[in-house]
């Protein structure tokens, strides 16, 4: 496994490495993460465990990620096979060195990064990393990896291969069915982004027609300046508060207090967020750009838009919901995390994709 960042600092992207690695196990596998080092690298470690972790410092601008002892250290690791998670950083360039001099399986899973909004956004650095990189580590990997038919259309616009393996990421093992019904309470947890529309959610809020008690809390972390604009916003929505950065058994307290966890991004590629308030059995309140359409078919989801006054429906409608009702989709949710997203029918599929990519290198 070959990332960005082996910690909570990366995010959905993060969540997916450790679920990676626990599959690689489970089919008997060996796996090993090489990543740039980061200020919560050793306190995420254990996340991996018994895998190995190994961390190289970073030379330069963070946001390329240039660590010259990557290389080296994936060539004499003598890997059966290299899965890259995430691109725009150096490890894309590690990754296509490594799988140009062995020759063997190279798989790149963009995680949503080649969306168009995504795309739009710091674009004469994306077009460097292009040229300096991405193009090369497209062209070297065996198989590209998307989450979504729709991700796989995006990356074959922006990579011309149109034979990207489709996959989910996997949902976590299942919390206890619930029993009872929860009080009105709406949770976010995610990064603090624009593309997370947060500050639409805010004003979304205020503007909603609310049950007595509605509450809405929003956890996470981001840039100091995302951070800051979405805690004026607050100023405007009373029963809206924002608690920082959440993991581990207070992620699990959060999720076990809600009755929706909303996400209405512009962007993302399967959002674990969702994953893992279903496991939980939280159904969600969240847009088409989380590019999981079985959630509403199921009946575990409610659609929302982009626009505050779209959003305030949705919660309004939600919240609106007779217990009987909310309990069904709770169930459905935890339907959906217990089967086509759950880790034991994942990792089937990639045992076959694995095994294929090693007969092939042997031949």
Same mark, same amino acid.
């Given at each position: 496994m070959l990332t960005a960042s082996a910690s909570r600092l990366n995010g959905g992207v993060f969540e997916a490495v450790v679920a990676q690695a626990e599959m690689v196990r489970s089919l008997g596998g060996e796996a090993v993460v090489f990543a740039l080092a980061d200020a919560q690298s050793e306190a995420d470690r254990p996340r991996f465990a018994p895998s190995e972790v190994r961390l190289f410092e970073v030379f330069g601008p963070r946001q390329i990620g240039y660590a010259p002892a990557m290389v080296p250290a994936l060539l004499a690791a003598?890997?059966?096979s290299l899965q890259l998670q995430g691109i725009w950083m150096y490890p894309s360039r590690a990754g296509s060195v490594?799988?140009?001099?062995?020759?063997?399986?190279?798989?790149?899973?963009p995680q949503?990064?080649?969306?168009?909004?995504?795309?739009?956004?710091?674009?004469?650095?994306?077009?460097?990393?292009?040229?300096?990189?991405?193009?090369?580590?497209?062209?070297?990997?065996?198989?590209?990896?998307?989450?979504?038919?729709?991700e796989a259309d995006q990356i074959g616009a922006a990579t011309g291969r149109?034979?990207?393996l489709v996959m989910p990421n996997p949902a976590p093992s299942l919390g206890p069915a619930v029993a009872a019904p929860r009080p009105p309470h709406v949770v976010y /947890?995610?990064?603090? &982004?624009?593309?997370?529309?947060?500050? #639409? !959610?805010? *004003?979304? +809020? =205020?503007?909603?027609?609310?049950?007595?008690?509605?509450?809405?809390?929003?956890?996470g972390w981001g840039d100091p300046g995302d951070v800051a604009e979405l805690q004026a916003s607050l100023?405007?929505?009373?029963?809206?508060?924002?608690?920082?950065?959440?993991?581990?058994?207070?992620?699990?307290?959060?999720?076990?207090?809600?009755?929706?966890? /909303?996400?209405?991004? &512009?962007?993302?590629?399967?959002?674990? #967020? !969702?994953? *893992?308030? +279903? =496991?939980?059995?939280?159904?969600?309140?969240?847009?088409?750009?989380?590019?999981?359409?079985e959630s509403f078919a199921a009946?575990?989801?409610?659609?929302?838009?982009y626009a505050p006054e779209e959003i305030a429906a949705a919660l309004e409608a939600a919240l609106a919901l007779d217990n009987p009702?909310?309990?069904?989709?709770?169930?459905?949710?935890?339907?959906?995390?217990?089967?086509?997203?759950?880790?034991?029918?994942l990792a089937q599929a990639w045992c076959d994709i694995y095994a294929e990519g090693l007969a092939a290198t042997e031949r």
């Open positions: 003598d890997l059966d490594w799988a140009r001099r062995t020759g063997r399986p190279y798989y790149v899973t949503g990064m080649l969306d168009p909004w995504i795309l739009r956004r710091g674009r004469w650095k994306k077009a460097l990393a292009r040229i300096g990189y991405e193009r090369a580590s497209w062209r070297a990997a065996r198989r590209l990896h998307a989450l979504t038919a729709r149109s034979d990207s /947890i995610g990064r603090i &982004h624009a593309k997370k529309n947060l500050i #639409a !959610l805010v *004003e979304a +809020w =205020a503007r909603a027609r609310l049950p007595a008690g509605a509450r809405l809390t929003i956890a100023a405007t929505a009373p029963g809206a508060a924002f608690v920082g950065p959440v993991f581990g058994k207070a992620k699990a307290a959060l999720l076990d207090s809600s009755r929706f966890m /909303i996400l209405p991004s &512009h962007s993302e590629g399967l959002p674990l #967020a !969702l994953l *893992e308030s +279903w =496991a939980a059995g939280v159904p969600t309140i969240h847009t088409a750009e989380c590019n999981i359409p009946g575990a989801a409610i659609e929302c838009g009702r909310w309990l069904k989709m709770s169930a459905a949710a935890q339907s959906l995390a217990g089967g086509p997203f759950s880790l034991a029918t």
